[in-house]
């Protein structure tokens, strides 16, 4: 069965250091004289207690780790941290959000959805924005693997935690120790981050602004200081950078380390996900920049902008506006979701199914012509030189299988709960692949989803989740053979 005492002192490490994390927001609130300051110190010493106590029940564990509990640890630690997460919304009486409310907006942050229901941003202190905002930035990467980066020696079984945590079909190595890697992989994180806030700052933007909204673009999650996302500041520059930062992002972070830290830029233009991913976001921003001239009447530059913008930013799954996509043609809400279906590269920021797994698709499908005319052919998938094995295009196929079940069954509930069928099926697909928009009239890409009933709520809190671990992980608990002694 699972390892009960290494498991409560992972889980015991990782409130400790939310609790830590939650330090900077108390900060903020205090220099600003926030009526959050009761919120975060409650939050900082319920979550220490926590914590405190988890680490005591462990204190005796073990460093072996089965595949089981690293699964466990890795789908528990994400509820965990948005339960105790969520605390700074509930006390205090500062945002007035219910349970359902709170735990919501906490997953969706975590998760980088960037989903609200917070009808006015505005209105909140600096101290609950920058906790929003650092939310996504934590969970950009992934809760543990953020923890494995900087305190290595407080998560046993690291390997193991990360196979069920990170994204993607096919793993990147850089070193033989996982931790270096994650070090590596989070500066990489950090730089952007601090370019992104950089290049905000040169564009004129505050630096309470520029530092949540480079941390929401890096993470590609969407969370805003404001009601109009970055279109309040009617700044084309500002839009211009923030479609770069959230660009790079949907890249394969391992890629980029070393492709640009070890001057190797031939290996980005190489690399057979990042093309297909260069190929859907620059065909599908031409297609709507057209549509935006023909039918919108928009000039070119402003059509090239918010085309580019709103494409990266369904595509990264980052959820960010600059125009409202609502009033575009419904031709262009085809085109985006597909976007949202696909998403960035593996090992990134970003939600959706990954690049990845759409050139693995393709060639695959590729194959099947090919084997109609050759029957006796040996046709391989090759992915960057390297023969995909046949249990990965099981997998593929079982992934998108369940994805699809997944988004029908849930589509189905949403409409059956008297949500139009546009807003259900693009709810769904905006919680399971992470995007946060959605497109319909009840609630368009501008809008908060407060008017969903409660059940929604709970059913796209556990969308985030599932599609945030990519599925198989999360569902592999609710299996019998999971539960088994002799499994």
Known sequence: MLNRKLICKIFGSLLLLEAMLMTPALAIAIVNKGNDMLSFTVAILVTSAAGGMLRQAGRHSDSSMSRRDAYFVVTVSWILFSLFGMIPFLVGNVTQLSFTDAFFETMSGFTTTGATIIDDVEVLPKGLLFWRSLTQWIGGLGIVYFTIAILPSLVGGSVRIFSAEATGPIRSKLHPRLSTSAKWIWMVYFILTLACFLSYMGCGMGWFDAVNYSMTSTATGGFATT?????????????????????????????????????????????????????????????????????????FEKAFRCSIFQVVSFTTTTGLFNDDAGTWPHVTWVLLAVCMFFGGCSGSTSGGIKSIRGVMLFKTVRNEFRQILHPNAVLPVKIGGSNVPQSKRVTLLAFLSLYMMLAFLCSFVMVASGIDNTNAITITLSCLGNVGPTLGLEIGPTMSWSQLPDFAKWLCAFLMLVGRLEIISVLVIFTKEYWRDNS
Do not use: Q, W
């Not at 830290?261 to 980005?268: C, H």
């Open 227 to 299: 009601n109009g996302s970055i279109a309040t500041f009617h700044s084309p520059a500002e839009e211009y950078v923030c479609t770069l930062f959230c660009f790079l992002s949907g890249v394969n972070f391992t890629l980029l380390y070393c492709s640009v830290a070890k001057l190797k830029v031939r290996d980005l233009l190489r690399n057979e996900e990042f093309r297909f991913y260069v190929i859907l976001v620059s065909t599908i921003s031409a297609i709507i920049m057209y549509e935006l001239m023909s039918v919108n009447g928009y000039d």
